[in-house]
């Protein structure tokens, strides 16, 4: 198993610039979610989607922020314009609901944005 | 509603002598109970979990946790640490008994193994 696969792993780029995080799931994982870590909050949840739909975007900061699951493969998370106050580690998760399973959600490595 | 405390921001141990991270839940029902592990410049890595059954679970790289349902915790242990195991542990919650939640992570607790 590839696991949850992130892409790219490390960003910098100027303040007003567009970035695109992209991620793709673990095959037949049914939940796919975005998070943000940073030292100041720790890890948050920003959106997340169950079969390609976002069920809960509450934690998505602001509307420069936006995310979407074309299809059971693929999701990204955008931003634009970044602001260096973005800077962080984006992670994409994904799960599978299943019965016995817990839910149990597994990590990508990361995709380390920085914004000057 | 769920929540997860991790009380200690830092536990510090020597390699070889035990290790405990601190866990405790709130939650209004039944709950499954999540440790994962976070290496400098890494995803967070699933370690155990509690689902149901025995309270003793027991995980990957030789750790345990106890689910104690009268103290509402879910401490992480091993009994003779390695300075490998130096890293980032966080505890996570999910409430069943109202549908699909989503894990709630506790602020996570840095585990340092001295030489």
């Known amino acids: 198993d590839a696991g949850v696969i992130q892409s790219p792993r490390h960003e910098v780029t100027e303040m007003g610039q567009e970035v695109t995080l992209r991620c793709k799931p673990i095959s037949g994982h049914d939940y796919l979610f975005w998070y943000r870590q940073t030292m100041m909050r720790g890890l948050e949840l920003l959106i997340y989607?169950?079969?390609?739909?976002?069920?809960?975007d509450s934690g998505m900061p602001e509307d420069r922020f936006s995310a979407k699951m074309p299809n059971a493969s693929f999701s990204t998370l955008k931003i634009q314009p970044s602001e260096p106050r973005d800077s962080a580690v984006y992670f994409c998760?994904?799960?599978?609901?299943?019965?016995?399973?817990?839910?149990?959600?597994?990590f990508g490595e990361g995709s380390w944005l920085t914004v000057v | 509603a769920q929540s997860v405390a991790q009380p200690e921001d830092q536990v510090n141990v020597a390699e070889g002598n035990p290790l405990t991270v601190k866990c405790t839940y709130s939650?209004?029902?039944?709950?499954?109970l999540f440790w994962y592990v976070q290496y400098p410049n890494r995803g967070l890595q699933f370690l155990l979990k509690?689902?149901?059954?025995?309270?003793l679970v027991k995980g990957s790289y030789g750790f345990e946790a106890e689910f104690n349902k009268s103290q509402t915790s879910f401490h992480l242990k091993k009994p003779s640490a390695l300075v490998s195991d130096s890293a980032l542990y966080f505890c996570a919650v999910r409430d069943i008994s109202s549908g699909y939640s989503t894990l709630t992570f506790g602020k996570g607790t840095m585990l340092l193994v001295s030489p």
């Open positions: 509690y689902i149901t059954g025995d309270n």
């Open positions: 989607f169950n079969n390609n739909v976002p069920i809960d």
């Open positions: 998760a994904s799960s599978l609901q299943g019965r016995g399973s817990g839910n149990t959600i597994y």
């Open positions: 939650v209004s029902g039944n709950p499954y």
